[in-house]
C-alpha cells in the first residue's frame, strides 16, 4: 500500500498531499481526470530523497502525448509566490517528473540571486517558448478558471487584481500581498490554498471581492505563511496580534469568514522560526470547528481525499501497514464491540451502527512482545466523519494517562463515516518496527 487513501477506495476522488518539508510549501493534488498539479515546493538536500519517493508513489504514470509514451509527469506547477521556500529544489522535481507548464502569481521575488530562483525562471522562459499556454498569470475571477473531472479551481489572488482600482502599498511585502490564492471546489466541498497571502490581501482584496460570490468559506485551509501572523496583520511593524491597538494594519475577519472545518498549517519545529505564530494559532483554533488545527511538524505529510459524493477526510500518511519481512513475527488487531457487557467480534472494514463501544487488543507472535520493557506501542486514531458528522475530522493519539494495558486501546463509536486506528509496535532490542491499521465505518 503506498497511501492511505487507498482504504477510501474511490477512483473518482480528489485528492491531495501535503508534504512535510520544514519551513516551505509543498502540496501535490491529484484531479479526479488525473490531472497533476504541484503547488510549490521546498525540495533541500535533507529531504529530496524522501520527496522524490514519495512522488514516485502519489503521481500516476499516464499515456504523454507531446512524448508518445506513458511516464510520471506534472501537468502543472503553481509557484504561489517567488520566494525561496517556494520553489526550491525545483530542478530535482523537474529531472524526475517533468513539468508541463507553470501558473504563476506575476510577482516578482526577494531572492532573485538564488541558483533556485534563476533555474524557475529559466524553466519559464523554456516552457513559454514552447507554447504561450503553457505559462498563465491567472486573473482573480467570481468564475473558475478551469475544470478539471469537474473539480472547479478559482483564482482569489495574483498580481493581476479582480479589480483594476486596486494599488498595493509598497510598505507590505508585495510578493505576499500578490502571493496567488487558489479554491478548489469539488462536490461542494472546497478546498482553499493560501500560498503566503497576508492580512492586506485578504482585507483589500480577497474578502471584498469575493465574499459576496460565496467564495471564501471553505472546509479544508491551508494556513497562509506556515501559520504566521501576517496573515492577521503587518509583522513588520507590529509584534503581536491587536486589532484595537493596530487597527490600520490588522485584520482578523478573515479566518472569521473562511471558519474552516479543519486548518492545515505546513510549518517546521516551533524553534526554527516561530512558527505557527501562538497569536494566530489561537485564532485559527478559536475559528476552526472542533479546534481541528493540525501542523505537518505533528502529523508529517497529510493526506486528504474529496470524493464525488462529497464525502471527504485527512489521514496522516504513516496510516499504512507496515510490510513484514517475517511471517514468524508481527501482530493482528482484535476489535470487538460491548453491549450490555456482551463481546462480539467485529471484523476489518466492517460498518457499525454507531453508539456502541469499541475494544481493541494487539495479538502479538513470534517474540515480538520480548522483553516488555523493550516495547514501545503508540495507538492513533483518524476519523473521518460523514454527512452529518462530516466536520469530525479528529487525529489523535492514545493518551498516556489511559488505564488500559499498553495492548488494549477502547473507544466510543460516535460518528458515521470511516475510522482509521493505527497501531504500531516497536521493539528497541531486536530492531522491530511494525505498524498495523484496522477499519471501521460507522453508520
Known amino acids: ?64 502525448e507531446e512524448l508518445k509514451k506513458t511516464h510520471q509527469y506534472i501537468d502543472i ?40 530562483y534563476k533555474y524557475y525562471m529559466t524553466l519559464r522562459r523554456i516552457l513559454k517558448s514552447k507554447d504561450e499556454n503553457n505559462l498563465l498569470v491567472p486573473v482573480p475571477s467570481n468564475e ?45 466541498v472546497n478546498l482553499l490554498l493560501t500560498g503566503d497571502s497576508d492580512w492586506k490581501s485578504w482585507k483589500e482584496k480577497i474578502v471584498p471581492n469575493f465574499e459576496k460570490h460565496d467564495l471564501i468559506k471553505t472546509n479544508i485551509l491551508v494556513a497562509s505563511h506556515h501559520g504566521s501572523r501576517s496573515f492577521f496583520t503587518d509583522e513588520t511593524v507590529n509584534d503581536v496580534i491587536d486589532y484595537e491597538a493596530n487597527p490600520e494594519n490588522t485584520y482578523i475577519e478573515s479566518i472569521e469568514k473562511i471558519s474552516p472545518i479543519v486548518t492545515l498549517i505546513s510549518c517546521g519545529s516551533y524553534e526554527t522560526a516561530h512558527h505557527p505564530n501562538k497569536c494566530a494559532m489561537k485564532l485559527y483554533k478559536e475559528n476552526t470547528k472542533n479546534l481541528q488545527v493540525y501542523t505537518t511538524n505533528n502529523l508529517g505529510t497529510v493526506c486528504g ?25 508481527g501482530f493482528d488487531i482484535e476489535c470487538n464491540k460491548v453491549i450490555d457487557n456482551v463481546y462480539f467480534p467485529v471484523r476489518y472494514g466492517e460498518k457499525l451502527s454507531i453508539g456502541c463501544d469499541l475494544i481493541f487488543k494487539a495479538n502479538t507472535k513470534g517474540g515480538l512482545i520480548e522483553p516488555i520493557d523493550e516495547l514501545q506501542i503508540f495507538w492513533e486514531v483518524s476519523n473521518s466523519g460523514k454527512d452529518e ?41 531486536y530492531k522491530y518496527d511494525i505498524t498495523n491499521i484496522f477499519v471501521i465505518e460507522g453508520i
Open 1 to 64: 500500500m503506498n497511501s492511505p487513501l487507498e482504504f477510501y477506495e474511490d477512483e473518482k476522488s480528489l485528492s491531495y498531499y501535503i508534504f512535510e518539508v520544514g519551513e516551505g510549501l509543498m502540496i501535490l493534488l491529484i484531479f479526479p481526470d488525473q490531472t497533476v498539479m504541484l503547488f510549490d515546493c521546498n525540495v533541500t538536500n535533507d529531504n529530496s530523497e524522501k520527496l522524490l519517493e514519495k512522488l514516485s508513489k502519489y503521481i500516476p504514470a499516464k499515456y504523454d
Open 77 to 116: 506547477f503553481v509557484n504561489s509566490h517567488r520566494d525561496e521556500d517556494h520553489y526550491r529544489g525545483l530542478k530535482h522535481i523537474n529531472k524526475k517528473f517533468p513539468i508541463k507548464s507553470i501558473w504563476d502569481s506575476g510577482q516578482s521575488g526577494s531572492t532573485t540571486d538564488s541558483d533556485d
Open 144 to 188: 473558475s478558471i478551469v475544470e478539471f473531472g469537474k473539480a472547479k479551481i478559482f483564482c482569489l489572488a495574483t498580481s493581476k487584481d479582480y479589480q483594476e482600482s486596486y494599488i498595493c502599498e509598497q510598505r507590505a511585502r508585495l510578493q505576499h500581498t500578490n502571493s496567488m490564492v487558489l479554491l478548489i471546489r469539488y462536490s461542494d
Open 305 to 329: 481525499f474529496i470524493n464525488e459524493d462529497g464525502f471527504y477526510g485527512i489521514v496522516p500518511d504513516r496510516f499504512v501497514h507496515s510490510s513484514n519481512t517475517s511471517s514468524n513475527i
Open 389 to 429: 458528522h462530516s466536520d469530525h475530522q479528529e487525529i489523535y493519539k492514545k493518551n498516556p494517562s489511559e488505564l488500559e494495558t499498553k495492548l488494549n486501546f477502547s473507544r466510543a463509536l460516535s460518528y458515521k463515516g470511516k475510522h482509521l486506528l493505527r497501531c504500531r509496535i516497536k521493539n528497541k532490542k
